[in-house]
């Protein structure tokens, strides 16, 4: 079956730009992670999401960034003004449920920022 | 502090050779431990896991857990180059959010 997609694959923006970056899960998966990719810091947890509800948002860097989920499915994580530290790759990953369960990734989006 | 260390790397091996990949926590809370493997310009995919200390082994693949001295380890035999890859040690936090290391980056040569 289909996997998590995320899209776009690469943008590129101007510093000061929003954007926004989106997530498909995988069908029937509750809950759903982002994650940020950026090099000397590794694989940073950012948010997640069971159902529509985003009970842990402890990892968003600042509130430049949102994200939200609607119809327990589609996501999308909104960088406001963006700097170049936002540069990163963000990757996104849902599963069954929260607590111990697999987590598969999408391939992510990489984002630079100009 | 991480809560998970892991050396970076790269590690380049010759194939056939046994890799060694290591990573140590600092939360004792900790309880299932992963390993991710990310190809280039991929996501990362679950590799194998283990619970609270031991080992489990996966063809030729053996992961290994010591929560004694918090100390995490993934072994791969006769390594083959399409194990090239960067390898990545996590473990679960609360709600479900993983904690990574920084991931070692590995090269395998034919």
């Known amino acids: 079956g289909a996997g998590v997609s995320q899209s776009p694959s690469n943008k590129v923006t101007e510093k000061g730009k929003d954007v926004e970056l989106r997530c498909d899960p995988i069908s029937g998966h509750t809950a759903l992670y982002w994650y940020r990719q950026s090099l000397g810091q590794g694989l940073e947890f950012l948010i997640y999401f069971q159902g529509n509800s985003a009970p842990d948002k402890s990892g968003l860097p600042s509130d430049r960034f949102s994200a939200e989920r609607t119809g327990g499915s589609v996501s999308t994580l909104t960088i406001q003004r963006t700097q170049q530290e936002d540069s990163a790759v963000y990757l996104c990953a849902s599963s069954l449920g929260t607590g111990v369960e697999t987590q598969y990734f999408g391939p992510g989006t990489r984002l630079l920022v100009l | 502090q991480k809560e998970v260390e892991q050396d970076p790397g790269p590690l380049s091996v010759p194939e056939g050779a046994i890799v060694s990949l290591n990573c140590t926590y600092s939360?004792?809370?900790?309880?299932?431990f992963m390993w991710y493997r990310q190809y280039s310009r991929k996501g990362p995919e679950l590799l194998m896991y283990t619970y609270s200390s031991g080992n489990k082994e996966d063809g030729r693949f053996t992961a290994q857990v010591d929560k004694s001295s918090k100390y995490i380890s993934l072994f791969i035999r006769d390594s083959q180059p399409s194990d090239s890859a960067t390898y990545l040690c996590?473990?679960?936090?609360?709600?479900?959010?993983?904690?990574f290391g920084q991931g070692t980056e590995l090269s395998v040569k034919p």
């Open positions: 996590a473990s679960y936090n609360q709600g479900g959010k993983l904690i």
């Open positions: 939360n004792s809370a900790f309880q299932y």
